[in-house]
């Protein structure tokens, strides 16, 4: 342990490198649709497969949200302007972001973007308030897709310069096993 003094730069330096992209949470409750973008999902169990996400408080997808007691988490490329444009600020209540884009229904009923990179249809098990900005979302995952189209553009774990030609020099290795 030291006696340092934490430093809110070194925080949030040390944040920024975990792993994240670009995603969607989206929810229906009767004749409502609702999204809003969320980087901050991590999964959290593997039997059963969960995950969590955190989204800002106070956002008006919350209470559909824990009367759907379900939502889907739709990965999206990260230059994705229509949906920065449709779930990246706010919109009047039974204002549909839906309407432009083709979606299909997951298992639970919820909205999936057909561009999606990856997707996850989960149960919601609970949410949580910290004394923070946002509140976390606790989902079951009962189904997930992989788009094949998009395989090679899931998020890769970001490096230190140091670490990419490492990271380089496996995969090319690994390429040419599969070879």
Not at 33 to 44: K, N
Not at 66 to 79: I, Q, S, T
Not at 147 to 171: A, G, M
Request: charged share 20%.
């Amino acid at each position: 342990m030291t006696d340092q003094q934490p430093n809110p730069q070194v925080i949030h330096n040390a944040l920024r490198s975990i792993p994240h992209a670009k995603f969607v949470l989206t929810c229906c409750h009767g004749e409502y649709r609702d999204g809003i973008i969320t980087r901050w999902v991590q999964r959290c169990s593997s039997e059963p497969p969960m995950i969590v996400v955190a989204i800002p408080k106070g956002k008006m997808i919350e209470p559909m949200l824990r009367d759907a007691r379900a939502f889907a988490l739709c990965m999206v490329k990260e230059n994705d302007r229509s949906v920065q444009r449709l779930f990246g600020s706010e919109h009047e209540l039974g204002d549909d972001p839906f309407l432009s884009l083709s979606v299909h229904k997951s298992v639970n009923g919820m909205p999936i973007l057909e561009q999606s990179l990856v997707w996850f249809d989960c149960k919601l098990e609970g949410h949580l308030s910290p004394d923070a900005d946002c509140r976390l979302y606790l989902g079951q995952v009962v189904a997930a897709h992989i788009s094949k189209q998009h395989q090679d553009e899931i998020v890769v774990p970001p490096t230190s310069s140091k670490h990419k030609s490492i990271l380089v020099r496996s995969i090319q290795t690994v390429q040419k096993f599969q070879q």
